[in-house]
């Protein structure tokens, strides 16, 4: 695919994303704030269908993973010993002529400037530390200075003797937290994949020492089940051992999960041995003992750490990369969104083919709503537009009340994929859907 085709498919989606109510550039009737996304109805059923199964596919054999919600506001302190404060930044340069800002490491601005043409006209290459800083509280000197995480790991950290002394959990055990982080990233881009304001979902693994390289093994093993459970095309995933020089200095080793973007392979998520740095730090700057007693040795240790980190937004816009087709249908060309049902915002949609059949078809949307499924009731426009409409949305089946319902107690089941149709008795819709969910 050449630079243009990955411009036409992203501008698809992103064309998509609107048309139906997935995503919002936010605060759009105000001109809209660069790198920051409002989620539609369609959106946020895709998400909280990605989280569920996020967290069904930290299941292991191993140990408990138990769940975590930080605040998103930490303390100067926190950052301070985490290394956020210091090392935390992009190098950047600006256009002397236009004054826009970059990233030093864009390739594009090789060529030139990508706002204004002008060659070789640029600032030297400075610092910028992404973190967002504020003050909490009235008085405004150094020790109100707080900052929004930038990643969801570090609140993990703190909190790593709390979890352990107020639940069962033992070593090895995982602390898993979805939620927001926020950097403020000099050029954000690609829509969705690289944002100002977005939600993590990290999973930080504490382990011995001695058992961390074969729980970091494990891991990047493991992992790819997420991906293969949200349906996405394995051919597009690869992982990617880190270079010994991409390493941070406290890491033994790290593996990107890669997906293959219409504008190239790009990190997904991070699967990263980090040693004992992080508990270290924090239990150095605060004073706090973080170590855990071990009854077999009878000696104190820090623990090591295996994190699984990937963005939620990011992994939203792989999906719909991954589902989105175009094909002709009865001699139109339809769009389809192929997502796995268990991310299929709607599960289905149940359609009388004229008026006439409005009132016993929502007898059945009723009795399919009660158990607890979500999906749509639709009876405005032509059939073949209300297929077309729910194609584009990914709901995998569509169920059809006909003239012929009444009397032979059968609904018309048509797959959003295959666009077959068969007829299927109407005490048979649920387990039709139950089936199809456990794929
Ligand atoms: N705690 C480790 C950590 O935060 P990271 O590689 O900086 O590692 C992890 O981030 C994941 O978060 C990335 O693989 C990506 O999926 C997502 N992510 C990072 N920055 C992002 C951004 N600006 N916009 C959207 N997603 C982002």
């Keep these: 695919m050449n630079i243009q085709e990955s411009a036409n498919s992203l501008e698809k989606i992103v064309a998509l994303c609107k048309r139906r109510g997935f995503v919002y550039q936010s605060a759009e009737i105000y001109g809209g704030l660069n790198g920051v996304y409002d989620f539609g109805h369609l959106g946020s059923l895709i998400k909280s269908n990605l989280r569920q199964t996020w967290i069904e596919s930290l299941q292991n054999p191993y140990g408990c993973v138990v769940m975590f919600e930080g605040a998103l506001l930490g303390p100067e302190a926190v950052w301070k010993a985490s290394g956020h404060v210091d090392h935390f930044s992009d190098p950047m340069v600006d256009c002397l002529n236009c004054k826009r800002r970059f990233r030093a490491d864009d390739p594009d601005i090789a060529k030139g400037c990508p706002a204004c043409g002008k060659k070789d006209s640029w600032t030297p290459v400075r610092q910028f530390n992404m973190m967002f800083k504020t003050e909490v509280g009235a008085a405004a000197d150094g020790s109100s200075i707080a900052y929004l995480r930038p990643e969801t790991a570090q609140s993990i950290f703190i909190n790593f003797k709390n979890v352990l002394s107020t639940t069962r959990v033992k070593i090895p055990f995982g602390i898993a937290q979805i939620g927001k982080a926020f950097r403020n990233e000099i050029t954000p881009k690609q829509f969705l994949f690289r944002m100002r304001e977005f939600e993590q979902m990290e999973m930080e693994w504490f382990c011995k020492g001695e058992m961390a390289l074969e729980y970091f093994e494990f891991w990047c ?116 969104l192929r997502l796995a049902p268990r991310i299929a915002p709607i599960k289905a949609a149940i359609l009388p083919l004229t008026k006439k059949q409005t009132e016993a078809a929502m007898c059945l949307y009723a009795d399919i709503k009660k158990l607890g499924y979500q999906i749509e009731f639709d009876e405005s426009g032509s059939i073949g537009k209300r297929y077309r409409r729910q194609d584009e949305i990914g709901t995998p089946v569509c169920f059809t009340y006909d003239f012929d319902s009444d009397n032979d107690g059968s609904v018309t089941a048509r797959d959003r994929d295959t666009t077959k149709q068969e007829r299927i008795g109407i005490d048979q819709v649920p387990a039709y859907i139950k089936k199809m969910l456990e794929k």
């Design 221 to 336: 093993a493991h992992r790819l089940n997420f991906y293969r459970m949200i349906g996405i095309n394995m051919n597009n995933i690869r992982q990617r051992p880190h270079e010994k020089d991409e390493l941070a200095h406290y890491s033994t080793c790290c593996t990107d999960v890669e997906y293959k973007f219409p504008f190239g392979w790009k990190e997904m998520e991070g699967i990263a041995h980090r040693g004992a740095f992080d508990l270290t730090q924090h239990s150095t700057h605060s004073g706090k003992d973080l170590s855990v007693f071990d009854e077999e040795t009878k000696t104190s240790y820090i623990p090591t750490v295996v994190e699984c980190s990937v963005g939620t937004d990011r992994t939203f816009l792989m999906v719909l990369f991954d589902a989105y087709d175009e094909d002709v249908v009865e001699g139109e060309t339809r769009v389809v």
